[in-house]
């Protein structure tokens, strides 16, 4: 079964930090790109940072500067280094991997981040 697991969310003060990660397993592609997306109810869901196999990474401005993605590539595992949090920041974090061609893709079950003011 394909599937990735995501762990490592909860409840935090603004300021503080929180680590996400995720592992993906069963895939039956090779995974290119790998990736955090957030999601607020009533809004679409957004990327946060994305990690490829060859270390191209983009993140989302609002995040710059204060969240870090890493990833191993060996383990097909991405983590999601959170600092400096905000209130705003709050949101359902999803765990993404995508193929090379951009036709297969793989979402995780989500993980609350919730950060209190």
């Known amino acids: 079964q394909e599937q990735l697991v995501e762990s490592g969310g909860g409840l935090v003060e603004a300021g503080g930090s929180l680590r996400l990660s995720c592992a993906a397993s069963g895939v039956s592609f090779s995974i ?3 990736g955090w997306y957030r999601q607020t109810p009533g809004k679409q869901r957004e990327l946060v940072a994305a990690r490829n196999r ?3 990474v983009s993140y989302a401005d609002s995040v710059k500067g204060r969240f870090t993605i890493s990833r191993d590539n060996a383990e097909n595992t991405v983590y999601l280094e959170m600092n ?3 209130p705003e920041d709050t949101a359902v974090y999803y765990c993404n991997a ?3 061609r951009l036709t297969r893709a793989l979402w995780g079950q989500g993980t609350q981040v919730t950060v209190s003011s």
Do not use: F, I
């Open 32 to 34: 290119n790109a790998m």
């Open 98 to 100: 995508e193929d090379y």
């Open 54 to 56: 060859g270390g191209s």
């Open 84 to 86: 400096s949090l905000r």
